[in-house]
């Protein structure tokens, strides 16, 4: 009778250790997904500011362009570039800073194309075109990569949360981390007159 009662206790215990085991490599295999889709993310908007330098060098050329507005994009590339978030250190804080800086860049880059509308001869330009094609596939790329960073923070963070990973990832450091936030404004409804653009 007393092996017995040893022989289950043995047994809770190795099932107890084997789902504990099962539970804790799920959790590493989650994070190390959220760090393989932050890695992407950071390349696409690495792409981005490598372009933006070919973009600013070819609107420079373009004879009395105004210089605030490439001082505002070359400025905000800087600061862009500058913010630099480690994958094992994403927490609201710093990801809110990280997404600030790459939407002064977005709103940066918007000005510069709207201003060059003022520039048909510009506009005209081979290299500009191509670069502008470019910029276009990589803003996609960026939306799908935070999109795909989103999803894959959302399966980690359910993990970690859940019962009982809350308390064995708590053991060995696993905390939530932060997704992507809607940019600011974002909610607000656009009106798109199609009468002042045809002027």
Same mark, same amino acid.
């Given at each position: ?96 800073? @990280?997404?600030?800086? $790459? *939407? &002064? %860049?977005? =709103? ?19 290299? @500009?075109?191509?670069? $502008? *094609? &470019? %910029?276009? =596939? ?46 600011p404004g974002a909610e607000k409804k656009v009106d798109v007159n199609f009468d002042d653009m045809k002027k």
């Amino acid at each position: 009778m007393k092996n017995i009662g040893l022989l289950v206790v043995l047994g809770i215990v190795v099932i107890v250790g084997f789902l504990g085991c099962n539970g804790y490599n799920g959790l590493v295999k989650q994070d190390e997904s959220v760090k393989k889709a932050w890695n992407n993310v950071q390349t696409e908007y690495q792409n981005r500011s490598d372009l933006v330098g070919n973009l600013v060098n070819t609107v420079k050329g373009a004879a009395n362009f105004e210089q605030k507005t490439l001082v505002d994009v070359i400025e905000a590339r800087a600061k862009a570039t500058s913010v630099n978030i480690d994958a094992n250190n994403l927490t609201p804080e710093k990801v809110a800073e @990280f997404q600030q800086a $790459q *939407g &002064q %860049l977005s =709103g940066a880059l918007s000005r510069l194309l709207v201003t060059v509308e003022q520039y048909p001869q510009l506009k005209a330009t081979e290299n @500009f075109t191509k670069l $502008q *094609g &470019q %910029l276009e =596939g990589i803003e996609n790329g960026i939306k799908n990569s935070r999109k795909l960073f989103n999803e894959e923070v959302n399966v980690y963070n359910t993990k970690v949360r859940s019962f009982p990973m809350n308390i064995l990832g708590g053991m060995f450091g696993f905390k939530a981390k932060e997704g992507f936030k809607a940019d600011p404004g974002a909610e607000k409804k656009v009106d798109v007159n199609f009468d002042d653009m045809k002027k």
